[in-house]
């Protein structure tokens, strides 16, 4: 069984005190001071364990970040709410009404909704490792020229891609007019009533005609989908008619309350990106998930929890769209602390020469979540979940 399950107990390692028990094994748990080895390890078979803080109660998805575990090493209990809808996927797409993911500059959304689509119509685990109860039916809708695409899409995502149906009825060619909202509101009902999919996806300004506010079609949409009872995850890419900025975007959405759920995709750091949710209508806002596009070969792949906040994560969006100088400090404090914490004076030594204020540089360090740390040696900087071993309070220090 150890070897089936080599990657968490290597994980487990780096933290000490890892013994056997019955089903599994008890170690230190790393989201709390924990000398006695708290933490049960449970198998849950096919290399996927489940994580038990018997001390604090930590939460499951805390500690998986701290032991850098993604959903394909940890089984995740679905959260309990005391008053949530039914769920596609718990705490992030509800089974009715309509889950909107706005993306930053650069990030695919399309790409993030497809794997979930296709975890969903196979029963696979969720990204965030929650196991779904039961396969769902599933269809996207598309133009005539995206399908062939959205059809690449789902290949990529995996096996089972082909339990998701396209429909290609948005858009037009050939002289033939296509499904838009808010004019063909009826039309689109009776293909959902006809169709009876669980999950919808589809993206919102293939949907929406020029010159027609997104926001009208997003209205009807999302009433459509409470009206048939079903779940529309849409997306929205960033473009020069929808907006450049995934935060104004967003916000803009979740303060229109036509969407029960809002989540952005945004950029993060070391070449990650993040699903972060950013409102809902009346469940617990959940963490965020770090992911990776790797192009064709598999249109996303989830790794861990995202450990910046959805506060922090808005703050950090939208760089390549502000002003060059901000642009420029990201990177290179991302850049130089990739590689672990690096002493105060060599970053700003390495900002001031390239033309860089000190002010302009605490603000990239805010918007990074940047630790500085009081050492022997002075003041160092690090990436969150990246510190020295000393003290220290985000965006403190020299």
Request: charged share 20%; proline share 6%.
């Amino acid at each position: 069984m150890a070897q089936e399950y080599e990657t968490v107990l290597a994980a487990l390692r780096r933290w000490g005190n890892v013994r056997p028990t019955e089903g599994g094994w008890l170690a230190r748990c790393p989201a709390h001071d924990d000398r006695q080895g708290s933490l049960l390890v449970l198998a849950a078979g096919d290399g996927r364990v489940e994580l038990d803080c018997l001390a604090d109660g930590c939460e499951t998805r805390d500690i998986a970040a701290a032991l850098r575990l993604g959903p394909e090493c940890v089984a995740v209990v679905p959260p309990a709410f005391d008053d949530g809808p039914g769920w596609i996927w718990p705490g992030y797409v509800p089974s009715a009404g309509l889950s909107l993911i706005d993306g930053e500059d650069g990030v695919s959304t399309l790409g993030v909704a497809l794997d979930v689509a296709v975890r969903a119509a196979t029963a696979a685990a969720l990204p965030d490792g929650q196991q779904p109860q039961a396969a769902r039916t599933v269809l996207v809708l598309a133009s005539p020229q995206t399908a062939d695409r959205t059809a690449e899409l789902l290949a990529a995502c995996g096996p089972g891609g082909e339990r998701v149906e396209v429909a290609p009825v948005l858009g037009g060619r050939g002289g033939r007019r296509g499904l838009r909202l808010p004019g063909d509101a009826d039309q689109m009902e009776h293909l959902l009533r006809e169709r009876r999919p669980d999950l919808v996806v589809v993206d919102l300004m293939t949907i929406c005609p020029y010159r027609v506010p997104v926001e009208k079609a997003m209205q009807v949409l999302a009433e459509l989908a409470q009206r048939v009872g079903t779940a529309v995850l849409a997306v929205r890419d960033a473009s020069k008619r929808a907006g450049w900025s995934s935060t104004r975007r967003a916000m803009e959405a979740a303060r229109s309350s036509h969407a029960a759920a809002v989540h952005m995709a945004v950029h993060g750091v070391d070449g990650a990106m993040a699903l972060v949710p950013v409102a809902n209508s009346g469940w617990a806002v959940m963490g965020g998930l770090q992911f990776h596009q790797a192009g064709r070969t598999r249109p996303v792949t989830w790794s861990s929890r995202c450990a910046r906040g959805r506060d922090e994560a808005m703050t950090g969006a939208d760089l390549l769209r502000r002003r060059p100088a901000s642009t420029s400090a990201y990177r290179l404090l991302g850049r130089m602390l990739a590689a672990g914490p690096a002493p105060a004076r060599d970053v700003l030594a390495a900002a001031a020469a390239v033309g860089l204020a000190p002010r302009t540089v605490q603000r990239a360090r805010r918007q990074l979540g940047v630790v500085a740390s009081k050492t022997g040696g002075g003041w160092v900087l690090s990436l969150p979940g990246r510190g020295s071993s000393g003290g220290g309070a985000p965006g403190s220090g020299q």
